[in-house]
């Protein structure tokens, strides 16, 4: 049961770096748009990526709950 507690607190961990993580590179790439197009779609591409996987642990924090 203790193994239950600390999958939940990883996995949320995770979740806020991961949320910190989306937020800086949708930052970089909205700056980046302007001198930079296609840095700013790869960062955006990245982002993208970080997103799925917010969401993929989202819903298995749900399951978990």
């Keep these: 049961m203790n193994y ?3 999958s939940y607190d990883v996995a949320l961990e995770k979740l ?3 949320e910190k993580l989306y937020s800086s590179l949708m930052k970089q790439s909205f700056d980046a748009a302007v001198k930079n197009r296609l840095y700013s779609d790869k960062l955006n591409e990245k982002a993208l990526n970080v997103k799925k996987e917010i969401s993929n642990i989202r819903s298995g924090k749900l399951t978990m709950a």
């Design 4 to 6: 239950e507690y600390l």
């Design 16 to 18: 806020y770096r991961l």
